[in-house]
């Protein structure tokens, strides 16, 4: 059965730390998408990457980065240089790839950041 | 490019009482749409989805119902609020085509008296 598991349920850094948000994944499927999502504390959700399960290269975008590793099923944010903006819940999801009609996502649980000035 | 509106922002409504919650994607056609429900300090439920108008698929048994009576258009209902609905109501979208990412709303802030 698919399943998202974000051990961390709160994390708190000084501004200008570098911080690691873990996500580990259970699917059976070989053909599977990984998402992050931020949910400041206005609540809507913002998307901010897409993974399929064949391109394990890494992702960065400015201070943001990914690490895709299928061997230990997990798709870890690391977030640079930590600033009080960064402060929300983030969702780890998975999207198993062969569909039928909808995409159904499911979401791990979040982790929710606090950077301290 | 797409955009996707919800509201209200903010409902108090007494227990008892009817709910009706919208949605409305623009700058797309045939939408994925779904609702979710974020309750205080948890993650996301799905509650529905559709993949055309008129078609709704229930993920849990609840006292909520949704339709979607336009293609860009998915409303959230409930005849008699309780107070186990209270939470936090997402809408959200995405393309037809698989595994794209989904498109939050704002949400909607729902407290039960």
């Known amino acids: 059965a698919q399943k998202v598991t974000q051990a961390q349920t709160e994390i708190s850094v000084v501004e200008k730390e570098d911080v690691t948000l873990d996500c580990v994944y259970e699917t059976r499927d070989t053909t599977y998408y990984l998402f992050w999502y931020k949910q400041p504390p206005s609540g809507e959700l913002v998307f901010l990457i897409r993974r399929n399960s064949f391109d394990e290269q890494n992702e960065i975008s400015g201070r943001y980065s990914w690490n895709f590793q299928k061997s230990t099923s997990s798709f870890n944010f690391t977030i640079t240089a930590s600033q009080v903006v960064d402060s929300a819940v983030y969702f780890c999801a998975l999207s198993e790839g062969l569909k039928t009609s909808y995409d159904k996502v499911i979401f791990g649980p979040g982790t929710s950041l606090s950077v301290i000035p | 490019s797409q955009t996707i509106h919800q509201w209200p922002a903010t409902l108090v409504q007494p227990v008892g009482s009817p709910l009706s919650l919208e949605c409305t994607v623009e700058?797309?056609?045939?939408?994925?749409l779904y609702w979710y429900r974020q309750a205080a300090g948890r993650g996301l439920q799905l509650l529905f989805y559709s993949v055309g108008i008129g078609q709704i698929s229930s993920e849990v048994p609840q006292n909520l119902s949704a339709s979607r009576p336009q293609d860009r258009q998915f409303i959230l209902s409930s005849k008699k609020l309780l107070l186990s609905d209270s939470g936090f109501y997402l809408c959200a979208w995405s393309s037809t085509e698989s595994n794209q990412p989904q498109h939050f709303g704002d949400g909607t802030r729902l407290s039960i008296l």
């Open positions: 700058g797309t056609s045939n939408p994925n």
